[in-house]
């Protein structure tokens, strides 16, 4: 499975942004896909997932109310919304993908499959 992330930028506080990630390989083995995002100095920290059949969510407490992940199956797109951006969520946002394990599942090392980051850059 191969993640390709966009659509990253630069935004006011208060801005909107929608970043994609475009799928290709053997995605019917895919349970999850979800965003996680890293800040220089900082560990990477999951912002969602999204179960790839069903398509419940989930999201870290940050991201609540603010973000909104979906997806395309038809497509193999994976998308995050995200509104009402504030410094602190600047960051490079990376498309992870895995095949099992838990729902919400928060640690990167349990997502097998990750794409290159996107960088989003939110200023006062």
């Known amino acids: 499975v191969q993640l390709q992330a966009s659509g990253g930028g630069s935004v006011k506080t208060g801005g909107s942004l929608r970043l994609s990630c475009a799928a290709s390989g053997f995605m019917d083995g895919i349970y999850v896909m979800g965003w996680f995002r890293q800040t220089p100095g900082k560990e990477r920290e999951l912002v969602g997932g999204?179960?790839?059949?069903?398509?419940?969510?989930y999201y870290a407490n940050f991201a609540k109310g603010r973000f909104t992940i979906s997806r395309d199956n038809a497509k193999n797109m994976l998308y995050l919304q995200m509104n009402d951006l504030k410094p602190e969520d600047t960051a490079v946002y990376y498309c992870?993908?895995?095949?099992?394990?838990?729902?919400?599942?928060?640690?990167?090392?349990?997502?097998?499959?990750w794409g290159q980051g996107t960088q989003v850059t939110v200023s006062s």
């Open positions: 999204i179960t790839r059949r069903s398509g419940n969510t």
């Open positions: 992870v993908a895995r095949a099992g394990g838990s729902f919400d599942a928060t640690r990167e090392s349990e997502y097998a499959f």
